[in-house]
T-cell receptor
Framework: GENVEQHPSTLSVQEGDSAVIKCTYSDSASNYFPWYKQELGKRPQLIIDIRSNVGEKKDQRIAVTLNKTAKHFSLHITETQPEDSAVYFCAASRGKNSGYSTLTFGKGTMLLVSP | DAGITQSPRYKITETGRQVTLMCHQTWSHSYMFWYRQDLGHGLRLIYYSAAADITDKGEVPDGYVVSRSKTENFPLTLESATRSQTSVYFC???????????FGNGTRLTVT
């Protein structure tokens, strides 16, 4: 089955700095890669996702990059703000045309943005 | 996402008791999932369902039972609760594999 490794487990940055969280996956057939943000005591919520037919996707201050050859993908947050403080999870799965599979999550990264 | 609700939000039970966690979604999503979240382990899949009356095991199914008689409901039952099942349980739904998951608010279960 799929195995997703996520690094770092904790990340502390100053407000305004950039933050990068990296994930690697093992199943070369995986083609769907979402990122979830979970604030303390809340549910995980999708913030961005990418499919294997694109290498990069941006949404305002967040972006995700995908390197299929190396089997890794990364979340980039620019101009971090205190409200970005949360646990971030990456995940991978096979979608349509690739043999379906359920999402496998990384263990999460706790991001702390200090004012 | 108000379209998926879990109950109860908090539950304390004793070892050996049966407890059922409820999950209801209003999107008519075909797929529903149960995850448990524990520190250091992230989100681990317990069971999932592709449609009414179709269920399948995930990564950590032992000690749990699910059913899906109606598309909108996906209850999770702990037949004989153990302390190792103390966790936060999240129900989720999606339109299909390769589609975003929508999570409920979670149930914090404590087994004493």
């Amino acid at each position: 089955g799929e195995n997703v490794e996520q690094h770092p487990s904790t990340l502390s940055v100053q407000e305004g700095d950039s933050a990068v969280i990296k994930c690697t996956y093992s199943d070369s057939a995986s083609n769907y890669f979402p990122w979830y943000k979970q604030e303390l005591g809340k549910r995980p919520q999708l913030i961005i996702d990418i499919r294997s037919n694109v290498g990069e996707k941006k949404d305002q201050r967040i972006a995700v990059t995908l390197n299929k050859t190396a089997k890794h993908f990364s979340l980039h947050i620019t101009e971090t703000q205190p409200e970005d403080s949360a646990v971030y999870f990456c995940a991978a799965s096979r979608g349509k045309n690739s043999g379906y599979s359920t999402l496998t999550f990384g263990k999460g990264t706790m991001l702390l943005v200090s004012p | 996402d108000a379209g998926i609700t879990q109950s109860p939000r908090y539950k304390i039970t004793e070892t050996g008791r049966q407890v059922t966690l409820m999950c209801h979604q209003t999107w008519s999503h075909s797929y529903m999932f149960w995850y448990r979240q524990d520190l250091g382990h992230g989100l681990r899949l317990i069971y999932y369902s592709a449609a009414a009356d179709i269920t399948d095991k995930g990564e950590v199914p032992d000690g749990y039972v699910v059913s899906r008689s109606k598309t909108e409901n996906f209850p999770l039952t702990l037949e004989s609760a153990t302390r190792s099942q103390t966790s936060v349980y999240f129900c989720a739904s999606s339109a299909g594999f390769g589609s975003p998951l929508h999570f409920g608010n979670g149930t914090r279960l404590t087994v004493t």
